[in-house]
């Protein structure tokens, strides 16, 4: 199936250096955020977004990287609930933060149309708001 997904990543007791995410049992596209932070912190909860397609009943995240100069992996789960009341929200997560992308990359190369076409694009699709959509709201 397809939809969208949250992992949400606990390095365990000591800081994990260098993290690397790998997301098995599921094609992806647009995570949020792109780049996990150099150092994930021990006690903390750390939230992936994105979009899935081709995606099995044993999809999971696997986080790996350096913990007490050794390498480190664990394996979590991904619950794929296709339609789920408890995924309903998702959508609109997802969407946003592409907007924001989208806006980062237009702050930095300068706005297009096609941009421009994206973010309408995005708004319209997910019923979202965005500084260049507010009059589309209803």
Not at 31 to 56: E, I, Q
Request: charged share 25%; hydrophobic share 35%; net charge positive.
């Amino acid at each position: 199936g397809t939809g969208f997904f949250v992992a949400l990543l606990c390095p365990g007791g000591k800081q994990l250096r260098t993290p690397v995410l790998s997301l098995r049992g599921m094609k992806t596209e647009s995570l949020f955020p792109r780049r996990l932070p150099s150092k994930l912190l021990p006690g903390r909860r750390y939230v992936v977004l994105g979009r899935y397609s081709d995606g099995t009943a044993e999809a999971y995240a696997e986080l790996s990287g350096i913990r007490s100069h050794r390498k480190a992996h664990t394996l979590s789960p991904i619950t794929l609930e296709e339609g789920s009341r408890s995924t309903d929200h998702l959508p609109g997560l997802w969407a946003g933060n592409k907007v924001s992308s989208i806006e980062r990359w237009v702050r930095r190369k300068g706005f297009s149309p096609a941009s421009r076409d994206k973010i309408l694009g995005l708004a319209r699709t997910y019923g979202i708001l965005t500084k260049r959509t507010a009059l589309l709201a209803k």
